[in-house]
């Protein structure tokens, strides 16, 4: 997996609180996790928690070509629109639902349910409750990402480099 810095994350203390509460509804639905400590994202926005996510890594393999990972989303919790230049990457929504915004069109994922997104797709989704998802791409390069708003491309320009026009 390519070298996360920590600067990616949301301040520390907040990221405790955030973590607990995470771990609260994991602990609750009874699903066991992989044990890297997740990354808790609030996208340069300011806003974790309408602008947020955890990613629970299980693999990045680049040369194998596959990454797999848990994202949690809480209520009203958003990923906001963005789109990924070469990673195809689907979801399965293993614990509630989100409400997933796809080349302009909204619809919701229930338990259970799969959705494939091609390279190129503009999407975003949100927490309708807290939502556990799995999933499974192409290996991730955070350079890969384009985000619709300028302040999440400055994000990752200031700490891996991406052209924040990209």
Request: proline content about 8%; glycine content about 6%.
């Amino acid at each position: 997996m390519p070298e996360i810095p920590d600067s990616l994350q949301i301040p520390p203390q907040e990221r405790r609180a955030a973590l607990d509460e995470c771990y609260q509804h994991i602990s609750e639905w009874k699903v066991a996790m992989p044990p890297a400590v997740p990354l808790v994202l609030d996208f340069g926005l300011g806003d974790f928690d309408r602008f947020g996510l955890y990613e629970f890594w299980i693999a990045n393999e680049m040369e194998a070509g596959y990454c797999g990972k848990y994202m949690f989303v809480k209520d009203g919790q958003m990923c906001p629109r963005h789109c990924h230049r070469i990673k195809h990457e689907t979801f399965f929504v293993m614990k509630g639902a989100l409400r997933v915004t796809m080349d302009n069109e909204e619809f919701v994922l229930k338990e259970g349910e799969t959705l494939a997104i091609a390279p190129n797709q503009v999407h975003s989704f949100e927490g309708i409750g807290p939502t556990l998802m799995l999933e499974l791409s192409m290996p991730c390069d955070p350079s890969d990402n384009v985000f619709e708003q300028p302040e999440a491309m400055a994000w990752l320009h200031r700490n891996i480099g991406v052209p924040a026009s990209a």
